[in-house]
């Protein structure tokens, strides 16, 4: 029952690994990769490479998945050049509105309104960041209780590995 199950899980990793290589996120490719090698690092078991490679290989299969993954650091491609100038319009926003933030909604259409260059004809509800968007959204307050959960839980996670050696 237990390899059935394992090669189960593998499975759906795999094809998991097949649907995100067919949506050509660059950033997607990057995190998985990331995630990979993070678990990787910390468990040092083999068998977690062959997500990788099973990951790599798919890549290589998918078409222009070789292109994509090629593009990522071409900032000249508009989906880069665009998350830029959001970015930036985004820390603008935050420093403006600090302590209160401007709200969920009216995030985006502040971005459009006032910080996207005129020569732009796009329209964003969040600033395609979690972090920048909550910012933004509550303020920075509301983002540093954010950072501190989540860190304090990896704070804790690490502690734990580090006492039990797994």
């Known amino acids: ?38 678990v990787w690092f910390f468990s040092r078991k083999k068998w977690t490479l062959s997500f990788l490679a099973s990951f790599l290989v798919i890549l290589l299969l998918t078409a222009n998945g070789i292109d994509r993954v090629k593009s990522i650091g071409i900032t000249e491609d508009g989906s880069i050049s665009n998350r830029f100038m959001l970015w930036e319009g985004g820390l603008a926003l935050i420093w403006n509105n600090m302590f209160s933030g401007v709200g969920a909604d009216s995030v985006g259409k502040l971005y459009t309104a006032w910080y996207q260059p005129l020569s732009l004809n796009e329209a964003y509800a969040t600033l395609i ?11 920075i307050f509301a983002i540093f209780a954010y950072l501190a959960l989540l860190l304090s839980g990896l704070w804790f996670g690490f502690k734990l590995w580090k006492t039990t050696n797994n």
């Open 129 to 139: 960041n979690d972090y920048l968007t909550i910012a933004a959204a509550y303020g």
């Open 1 to 38: 029952k237990k390899k059935f199950l394992a090669w189960g899980f593998f499975g759906a990793a795999i094809l998991q690994e097949v649907l995100l290589s067919m949506t050509y996120s660059r950033g997607g490719y990057i995190a998985l990769i990331a995630g990979i090698l993070f």
